[in-house]
Nanobody, 123 residues
Framework: QVQLVESGGGLVQPGGSLRLSCAVS????????MGWYRQAPGKQRELVAA???????NYADSLEGRFTISRDNAKNTVYLQMNTLQPEDTAVYYC?????????????????WGQGTQVTVSS
């Protein structure tokens, strides 16, 4: 069974930084794109950043420059470095992974989600 376990959320003052991590475990045949989404109260879930297996990245327009996504393929882990955090960044952050589980369809990756980690930016 595949699991995504996030860590690194918490309370931070405006202008501060946090680093989120998401480790994927279980019986995995191959990893594909990974990413981070967030959902603020009363709003829809939105893409924060995504990264391909070979390291190509994509960011929400408003976040590029403050947030950096990276991954360690050997550890099946994706990271999100968040700098200069602002109150509007307050949200639950969700890890997303596209992968082929063991015995899955090689050409049809499945999508998995983490349980979410709360990030609160407040003085």
């Amino acid at each position: 069974q595949v699991q995504l376990v996030e860590s690194g959320g918490g309370l931070v003052q405006p202008g501060g930084s946090l680093r989120l991590s998401c480790a994927v475990s279980g019986s995995i045949f191959s990893m594909h794109d990974m990413g981070w989404y967030r959902q603020a109260p009363g709003k829809q879930r939105e893409l924060v950043a995504a990264i391909t297996y070979d390291g190509r990245t994509n960011y929400a327009d408003s976040l590029e420059g403050r947030f950096t996504i990276s991954r360690d393929n050997a550890k099946n882990t994706v990271y999100l470095q968040m700098n200069t955090l602002q109150p509007e960044d307050t949200a639950v952050y969700y890890c997303n992974a596209n992968l082929v589980p063991e015995y899955g369809e090689i050409n049809s990756p499945d999508e998995y989600w983490g349980q979410g980690t709360q990030v609160t930016v407040s003085s």
